[in-house]
């Protein structure tokens, strides 16, 4: 899996992204500066990493949304490519319209770092073939503005096409206010775009998948996007 | 030429924000308000432009980038020429 990972002024999770990337997949990442307009050829996956780039001014992601690597990126999705956003990153593709919706400051608002629970609602799609449907995980996340909203037709439709694959739950799997840290609407930690190749979600599966780490519930993700393009190839 | 964008959330959108400033104006004794809405003003200098040129500059610069119009309104302004 020949995976890119991009980088913004202000982005700080990209070293994290990368060492998960060559951990698992056993391939090293390309690291794509932001002003670049070309991905490096032969790229099967874009991750848009976490972190704070341009200083979430303005809106958090609204700038980095904006800088040429991104047009690169809104072409490669549209050829089918893959591309996965993690926290800023989720919020940057958010901004480019590539996904629906918006993340607001946490209706608590204050910045969470802390672990959470996921369930895991599809195991059909190449971001989720490593986990099982259903299936609980434990990742971390850290941020102020993962709070997602969308209006109520889009709502609808996420859930309707199965387009939420990560949820917010209890450790046992039930969705619960009082397990839905930061007020997203349906408790939504992850989506996917209409054509199901572009991944958004708040956690950072990235940060759980060494044993060391406490956890090792996030290297599904990497591993199920490893072996879709083992297979693929 | 001078010019203001305001951007302020759409109704129906949940500010925090402005629950959280409206509590502490409360708080502070302030009586008689019933609710506040937090948004942003961008104070914009143009050069070059006539008036309709400078409501087209503006309304773009808002559309691509100022505000986020899933959640978000703007109003354009110039101000004097």
């Given at each position: 899996?020949?995976?890119?990972?991009?980088?913004?002024?202000?982005?700080n999770?990209?070293?994290?992204?990368?060492?998960?990337?060559?951990?698992?997949?056993?391939?090293?990442?390309?690291?794509?500066?932001?002003?670049?307009?070309?991905?490096?050829?032969?790229?099967?996956?874009?991750v848009?990493?976490g972190g704070?780039?341009?200083?979430?001014?303005?809106?958090c992601?609204?700038?980095?949304?904006r800088?040429p690597?991104?047009?690169?990126?809104?072409?490669?999705a549209a050829?089918?490519?893959?591309?996965?956003?993690?926290?800023n990153?989720f919020?940057i593709?958010c901004?480019?319209?590539?996904?629906?919706?918006?993340?607001?400051?946490?209706?608590?608002l204050?910045?969470?770092?802390?672990?959470?629970?996921?369930?895991?609602?599809?195991?059909?799609?190449?971001?989720?073939?490593?986990?099982n449907?259903?299936?609980v995980?434990?990742?971390?996340?850290?941020?102020?503005?993962?709070n997602?909203?969308?209006?109520?037709?889009?709502i609808?439709?996420?859930?309707?096409?199965?387009?939420?694959?990560?949820?917010?739950s209890?450790?046992?799997g039930?969705?619960?206010?009082?397990?839905?840290?930061n007020?997203?609407?349906?408790g939504?930690?992850?989506i996917?775009?209409?054509?199901?190749?572009?991944?958004?979600?708040?956690?950072?599966?990235?940060?759980?998948?060494?044993?060391?780490?406490?956890?090792?519930d996030?290297?599904g993700?990497?591993?199920?996007?490893?072996?879709?393009f083992?297979?693929?190839? | 030429?001078?010019?203001r964008?305001?951007?302020?959330?759409?109704?129906?959108?949940?500010?925090?924000?402005?629950?959280?400033?409206?509590?502490?104006?409360?708080?502070?004794?302030?009586n008689?308000v019933?609710?506040?809405?937090?948004?942003?003003?961008?104070d914009?200098?143009?050069d070059?432009?006539?008036?309709?040129k400078?409501?087209?500059?503006?309304?773009?610069a808002?559309?691509?980038?100022?505000?986020?119009?899933?959640?978000?309104?703007?109003?354009?302004?110039?101000?004097?020429?």
């Open positions: 899996m020949k995976s890119a990972v991009l980088v913004f002024p202000g982005i999770r990209e070293r994290d992204m990368a060492r998960t990337l060559k951990l698992v997949s056993g391939q090293e990442p390309a690291m794509v500066w932001h002003t670049e307009r070309e991905l490096p050829r032969g790229t099967d996956l874009v848009v990493p704070f780039s341009y200083g979430d001014y303005l809106r992601g609204a700038i980095a949304a800088s690597v991104m047009e690169a990126v809104r072409a490669f050829r089918g490519g893959l591309v996965l956003g993690v926290c990153g919020q593709l901004e480019t319209g590539m996904l629906p919706g918006a993340l607001m400051r946490n209706s608590q204050r910045f969470i770092c802390r672990d959470v629970f996921l369930r895991v609602e599809r195991s059909d799609t190449p971001f989720t073939r490593g986990y449907a259903g299936q995980i434990r990742v971390p996340v850290a941020h102020g503005e993962g997602y909203i969308a209006d109520g037709e889009t609808a439709r996420l859930e309707g096409e199965g387009r939420v694959l990560f949820r917010y209890s450790p046992e039930i969705p619960d206010p009082n397990w839905n840290h007020g997203a609407m349906n939504i930690a992850g996917l775009n209409e054509a199901g190749n572009v991944l958004g979600m708040m956690p950072h599966p990235e940060n759980h998948v060494e044993a060391s780490m406490g956890s090792t996030g290297r993700l990497f591993a199920g996007l490893t072996d879709h083992a297979r693929a190839a | 030429m001078k010019a964008v305001t951007v302020t959330l759409k109704s129906g959108v949940l500010d925090p924000q402005g629950k959280a400033i409206e509590g502490a104006l409360r708080a502070l004794g302030i008689g019933a609710s506040v809405r937090q948004g942003k003003v961008f914009i200098e143009l070059g432009v006539d008036k309709a400078a409501e087209a500059v503006l309304k773009e808002a559309d691509r980038l100022l505000a986020n119009t899933v959640i978000e309104n703007y109003r354009v302004e110039v101000l004097e020429s």
